[in-house]
């Protein structure tokens, strides 16, 4: 089993629809983060979470929310979706208090916003 | 403004060769810098990473090269085979606790 789930794989949805992407991790981290990969412009950050009770917004948060339900897990919402947020949506962990400073990835959801 | 710039966008390389892959940063706060690989339907893994107390790390056929006045770092991947064909994201972060910044990619092809 995967350390990292991200569900689904693939949505379509339609647009102005309330979309939910999920994560959850069994690396016992503290910290998740979410991404958003486009062609060409790499891999940017929405939201990232440090620990249950903590949320903090990225580099690209507006029209997204998140929840940190539990340590393992972290969903992303898109409360209205539109086409331009047609993407590859990563979830990723990490725990740098054990001296170990690697992210680690989901397989990612790729959503289509029609 | 983008914090680690990345190039070239795109790289195809004949088997055997030297493939090499450029990134730029400019937060001089920033100390540690891994490179992750991608392969199509998966999510990026660390391929390997440097902390600016050394110029070069090596890692099989991967090096690291780190340049701390230039604010610049590169991959090198030496005997380029056909299985490192794959998109490569170059990060920064401040000692690992602030969330990776990525360049942009650079998709690689190695062609036989």
């Known amino acids: 089993d995967a350390d990292v789930t991200q569900t689904p794989r693939n949505r379509i949805t339609k647009t102005g629809k309330r979309i939910m992407l999920e994560c959850s991790q069994t690396k016992g981290h503290d910290r998740m983060y979410w991404y958003r990969q486009d062609p060409g412009l790499g891999l940017r950050l929405i939201y990232y979470?440090?620990?249950?009770?903590?949320?903090n917004k990225g580099e690209i948060s507006d029209g997204y929310s998140v929840s940190r339900q539990a340590q393992a897990k972290f969903s992303l919402s898109l409360e209205s979706a539109i086409p331009n947020q047609t993407a590859l949506y990563f979830c990723?962990?990490?725990?740098?208090?054990?001296?170990?400073?690697?992210?680690?990835f989901g397989q990612g959801t790729r959503l289509t916003v029609v | 403004q983008q914090q680690v710039k990345q190039s070239p966008q795109s790289l195809i390389v004949q088997k055997g060769g030297i493939s090499i892959i450029n990134c730029a940063y400019e937060n001089t706060a920033f100390d540690y810098f891994p490179w992750y690989q991608q392969f199509p339907g998966k999510g990026p893994a660390l391929l390997i990473a440097i902390r600016p107390d050394v110029s070069e790390k090596k890692e099989g056929r991967f090096t690291i090269s780190f340049n701390k006045s230039a604010k610049q770092f590169s991959l090198h991947i030496m005997d380029s085979q056909p299985g490192d064909s794959a998109t490569y994201f170059c990060?920064?972060?401040?000692?690992?606790?602030?969330?990776?910044?990525f360049g942009k990619g650079t998709r690689l092809s190695v062609i036989a």
């Open positions: 979470s440090f620990d249950v009770k903590d949320i």
């Open positions: 990723a962990t990490s725990d740098p208090r054990r001296g170990n400073t690697e992210a680690f």
């Open positions: 990060a920064a972060s401040i000692s690992g606790n602030t969330p990776l910044v």
